[in-house]
């Protein structure tokens, strides 16, 4: 099995900058071969997804995020990260973290970002 678990969400003003990390644990063996994956769920609205990143390292964004959001993974594949710049209001949502290896998905229990003045 695999735990994931966000962190670095929290307040910012539009315009600024986050960082959101998300460190995996558990099997190695499926960590090694993960997929990860970023979604976000903002209030009354569906799950959708922001960026992710493949076992061989080939990155993917949603046309909203292109340009001002990057997704980064440490050398030893635990560790996944979502720069986010240039963070407009409508970028608050609660932000998952996601992991699929050997046909099995995880997901984090989620960090809440909110753009606001």
């Known amino acids: 099995q695999v735990q994931l678990v966000e962190s670095g969400g929290g307040l910012v003003q539009p315009g600024g900058s986050l960082r959101l990390s998300c460190v995996a644990s558990?099997?190695?063996?499926?960590?090694?071969?993960?997929?990860w994956g970023w979604y976000r769920q903002a209030p009354g609205k569906q799950c959708e997804l922001v960026a992710g990143?493949?076992?061989?390292?080939?990155?993917n964004y949603a046309d909203f995020v292109k340009g001002r959001f990057t997704i980064s993974r440490n050398h030893a594949k635990t560790t996944v990260s979502l720069q986010m710049n240039s963070l407009k209001p409508e970028d608050t949502a609660d932000y998952y973290c996601?992991?699929?290896?050997?046909?099995?998905?995880?997901w984090g229990p989620g960090t809440q970002v909110t753009v606001s003045s």
């Open positions: 996601t992991g699929r290896s050997v046909g099995v998905s995880y």
């Open positions: 558990g099997s190695i063996y499926r960590i090694y071969d993960m997929d």
């Open positions: 990143i493949t076992s061989g390292g080939s990155t």
